[in-house]
């Protein structure tokens, strides 16, 4: 996924919506890291609902609760550009969703800045 070229103290927002395919009812799990050189010029926020869950997503702890077959849960990335950057690269994120605390699938959240 990719926002459009933001502006210093703008943001982008992704919504990743977690579904329980498996047929009894399993937690989903959520780690995001940092995947470029860029990342003191960003901050990042992770909600489920109101919930700050930032920091459990940060450092891989973070798990629903088990989820019946085809339930749900969302979380909402917010990635803010907090000042302009001396690096030539965007800021991506590697999302990494899985049913067990293995990797099963990922998500890339890219932002820039604008120019």
């Known amino acids: 996924m990719t926002s459009p070229p933001l502006a210093v103290n703008g943001s982008s927002a992704y919504t990743i919506k977690?579904?329980?395919t498996a047929a009894t009812p399993t937690a989903?799990?959520?780690?995001i890291t940092d995947g470029g050189s860029c990342g003191a010029f960003y901050t990042?926020?992770?909600k489920v609902g109101?919930?700050?869950v930032s920091g459990l997503v940060a450092?891989?702890?973070?798990s629903t609760p088990?989820?019946?077959?085809n339930a749900s849960t969302t979380v909402t990335f917010t990635i803010k550009l907090i000042a302009t950057?001396?690096?030539?690269?965007g800021y991506e994120y590697w999302v990494a969703?899985?049913?067990t605390p293995t990797i099963t699938n990922g998500i890339n959240l890219i932002t820039n800045a604008a120019a």
């Open 59 to 62: 450092n891989g702890t973070y």
């Open 97 to 99: 969703v899985a049913r």
């Open 28 to 31: 989903i799990h959520l780690h």
């Open 85 to 89: 950057p001396s690096c030539f690269y």
């Open 66 to 69: 088990a989820l019946a077959h």
């Open 50 to 52: 109101s919930t700050d």
């Open 18 to 20: 977690l579904v329980n």
């Open 44 to 46: 990042t926020t992770a």
